[in-house]
């Protein structure tokens, strides 16, 4: 674009003085001209990154995964150990007795059976998706929750250990009161003997 109006923008900057190391002041201050400030690579909107995504915070563009490279990271010891992940196996169990179900039902009103095997497939996928997404909603909300049960566990028993030493500190200034007035009392009494 010839007569596009951020071409100043993405011009390089002219230097603004000597390179690091010199004893001479930049030139804008000797000469008494107005100051030059650089103007960085400005997104073409303040809401996008320039060049789509794909830039870290300083700037610089990472190289944008092959799919080759994201095979490389998939190994058969994720697929062997699936199970044990949070949610996987309810999941799982849930998809398939959801298309077991949605495919028998299909099938027993006369659809074909491929459409009725479509059918299971698809409720298979959306059933176990559904369920997944919903065990990982109940256990943030229950971590939440378990996380608030502490806090309030915790400040629960500050305030017991606050009462308890306030307790503590009012026998104890009883106790030294007790005795003050007692040793008082053993000064001021009468002596006949």
């Given amino acids: 674009m010839a007569g596009d109006t951020r071409d100043h923008l993405r011009s390089d900057p002219a230097p603004r003085g000597p390179p690091p190391g010199e004893k001479a002041p ?18 073409p909107s303040a809401n996008a990154l320039p060049e789509g995504s794909g830039q870290n915070t300083a700037g610089a563009n990472q190289p944008t995964p092959k799919i080759g490279d994201v095979v ?7 697929f062997k150990k ?3 992940y949070p949610c996987v196996r309810d ?36 059933a176990a998706a559904a369920n997944y997404e919903f065990c990982l909603y109940r ?16 400040r629960k028993r500050a305030e017991k250990e606050a009462a308890a030493q306030e307790k503590r500190n009012l026998r104890r200034k009883a106790k030294e009161e007790a005795d003050r007035l007692a040793e008082e009392a053993k000064s001021k009494s009468w002596k006949f003997w």
Avoid: Q
């Fill in 82 to 84: 699936v199970y044990m």
């Fill in 139 to 154: 256990s943030r909300l229950e971590k939440a929750h378990m996380k608030r049960a502490v806090e309030i566990i915790d």
């Fill in 26 to 43: 930049p030139t804008h201050i000797t000469s008494g001209a107005p100051k030059v400030y650089e103007v960085f690579n400005v997104p």
């Fill in 91 to 126: 999941s799982l169990l849930m998809g398939i007795g959801g298309g077991f179900g949605m495919g028998g039902v299909r099938a027993l009103w006369g659809a074909p059976i491929p459409k009725a095997a479509n059918w299971a497939v698809g409720t298979f996928i959306f």
């Fill in 72 to 78: 490389k990271t998939v190994k058969l010891e994720d």
